[in-house]
């Protein structure tokens, strides 16, 4: 069995079911996301196995033994609340000792760890601010702190990085696969940012609905989508005779499906383009490597290697 | 800040006019000689501030007055707490029923409060007494302090308090470090909203006050019936100053903003 097990945990809301049976196994140390569109029960899942919200069926089981009978108190998670959730009315420290202080560690060893663990996230200097005095990146780093230093066997993550800038958003997920990876701790992590699931995790769960479409690792659910929902959700995609097919894959050919450019869109690293065919209109996705590119309205040939 | 028009400027001057004339006109008055109401006065004399202290019951009364505002206020505080969480958080049967019963109070007119006051505490023997005149006050202040608690409790965001439960605190230790602190800027504004209201009710109080327990409003009003000398503007010049001057003290140690707002003066 599993580190952390679900068994078709459920939860419903009058007649609405959140959460529809989700069957999902966590190994130590592995770093899970669960990927969905707003309201396919992504937070009550996470809630569900911190204790906030009690599931209407299933079990969860950590290291075998029932998790539902714990008290959240006693369960020994790691959270990071997508609001942060600091308290604003103490200090950095003093929230990153909150924990240590709850499991009655003794002062001098506490504060070793606060400014080990603030040292890790790269907070040393900030340690006598308050929450207000942070930026949003640096409160997201005293979250994920006040999280990591109780070395909690599961992190659990919801949005974290959804407030920030896309640069900010960016070195965050660097920096949070580097502690993880440091630390080792179990986590997992709520989003709907295909591509941040992708960077971080181990694995993925494709969630739609209250229910898991596939859990793969990103490159195969990518690669090999389980649904229609999943392909479309984890980018972009064409289905051509009943095939997903994604844009990267197609190629400009000498030979092959005749089509005509209708826009083409410079982005930088590549060129985005709408090619009408007999299989209707395709997307393509070219590498910029710095050549000449077919213009808009010129008659192309389409090709790629079969999925 | 965008910079006031001439208009708005007119109309924030005649406001603060309109806000302040009557305290203005009463610790003018209060500096007379003269043994009337006279306005303007032109000339000045403590004259009545001396006769403050030939009257030793306006000085009790004074001190009785601060012991029930704050003694029914902090109480009120007190139970306007669990009540403001219980209503903000939890869908119970009853709950509208409950919050209108506790905001009833603002609905009765004060009059017929202090005749049912005392009809009551005569019949339970604390007519006149100060736990009946305490416990009058904290039906009557309560809404305010209700009012207030219940915004603080609102505005709370539940995600901190389950973050200190996932850090292992126990219920009790939530309530006290993390709950309580949050909600502390409302608790001294509903206190002090609710201590204003206690310290200046004369209608309700009027009916309940024995001679032993009579508030310093209720001195005034007394007094005023059977006396047209201006004994009284001093006595209120001085409740004026009093106020002020514990503004300005609360301000120097905690910042009224603070303690009021929830926010420092510094913006942070
Ligand atoms: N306390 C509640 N009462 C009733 N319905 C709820 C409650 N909490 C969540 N729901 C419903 O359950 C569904 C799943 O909610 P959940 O918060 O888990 O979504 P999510 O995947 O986290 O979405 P988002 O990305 O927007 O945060 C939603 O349809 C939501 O409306
Ligand atoms: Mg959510």
């Not at chain 1, 200097?125 to 207000?132: H, S, V």
């Not at chain 1, 095939?243 to 209708?262: H, Q, Y």
């Not at chain 2, 309580?180 to 409302?186: A, F, K, W």
């Amino acid at each position: 069995m599993a580190f952390l097990q679900l068994d078709a945990l459920s939860k419903a809301f009058g007649p609405h079911k959140a959460v529809d049976g989700l069957t999902l196994g966590v190994e130590k140390g592995e770093f899970v996301s669960l990927l969905g569109p707003s309201g396919c029960g992504k937070t009550t899942t996470l809630q569900m196995i911190a204790g906030f919200v009690e599931p209407s069926g299933g079990a969860i089981r950590l290291e075998g033994k029932d998790l539902l009978a714990v008290k959240p108190a006693k369960r020994g998670l790691g959270i990071v609340f997508q609001s942060y959730a600091l308290f604003p009315h103490m200090s950095v420290a003093e929230n990153v000792a909150f924990g240590l202080e709850m499991q009655g560690v003794a002062k001098a060893e506490r504060a070793k760890r606060v400014a080990e663990t603030l040292g890790l996230v790269g907070l040393g200097a900030f340690a006598a601010r308050f929450p207000r005095q942070l930026s949003g990146g640096q409160q997201q780093r005293v979250a994920l702190a006040r999280a990591l230093v109780i070395r909690p066997q599961i992190l659990l993550l919801d949005e974290p990085l959804s407030n920030l800038d896309a640069k900010l958003r960016e070195e965050m997920q660097i920096e949070l696969r580097q502690i993880q990876r440091t630390v080792g701790t179990t986590t997992i992590l709520v989003t709907h940012d295909q591509a941040e699931a992708m960077a971080l995790s181990d694995r993925i769960v494709v969630m739609n609905q209250g229910r898991a479409e596939q859990i793969a690792p990103p490159h195969e659910a990518y690669e090999r989508p389980a649904t229609p929902f999943v392909a479309n959700f984890l980018g972009k995609t064409n289905l051509i005779d009943g095939k997903a097919v994604r844009p990267e894959r197609i190629e400009f050919a000498s030979s092959g499906l005749a089509g005509t450019v209708r826009t083409r869109i410079f982005q930088g690293n590549h060129w985005l383009y709408q090619v009408e065919t007999a299989s209707g209109l395709l997307t393509v996705i070219r590498q910029n490597a710095g050549g000449t590119m077919p213009e808009e309205g010129a008659s192309v040939h389409l090709a790629w290697a079969a999925p | 800040m965008s910079k006031n028009g001439p208009i708005a400027l007119i109309y924030h001057t005649l406001f603060v006019i309109f806000m302040l004339a009557p305290i203005v006109v009463v610790c003018w008055v209060a500096f007379t000689p003269e043994g009337f109401l006279s306005f303007p006065t032109t000339d000045w004399s403590l004259r009545w501030f001396r006769a403050i202290a030939r009257y030793p019951e306006f000085i009790s009364a004074f001190w009785q007055s601060l012991g029930l505002g704050a003694l029914s206020s902090a109480l009120a505080v007190g139970f306007s707490v669990p009540a403001a969480l219980a209503i903000a958080r939890h869908r119970f049967r009853g709950r509208e029923a409950f919050t209108a019963l506790f905001m009833s109070p603002l609905m009765i007119p004060y009059i017929v409060l202090g005749i049912a006051f005392l009809r009551f505490f005569t019949e339970i023997g604390l007519s006149g007494s100060f736990t009946g005149l305490v416990l009058a006050h904290i039906i009557v202040v309560f809404p305010f302090a209700l009012r207030l608690t219940l915004a603080s409790a609102i505005g709370l965001d539940r995600s901190i308090e389950h973050a200190a439960v996932s850090l292992g605190a126990s219920e009790w230790t939530v309530l006290k470090r993390v709950t309580l602190p949050l909600v502390v800027p409302g608790l001294a504004s509903g206190w002090a909203l609710a201590f204003i209201n206690s310290f200046d009710e004369v209608t309700m109080t009027v009916f309940i006050a024995g001679p032993g327990t009579a508030t310093l409003p209720v001195r005034m009003f007394l007094y005023i019936q059977d006396n047209i000398d201006p004994l009284v503007t001093s006595v209120s010049a001085c409740v004026i100053a009093i106020t002020v001057a514990g503004l300005v003290a609360l301000d120097r140690a905690y910042g009224l903003e603070r303690l009021l707002v929830g926010r420092g003066h510094d913006g942070r």
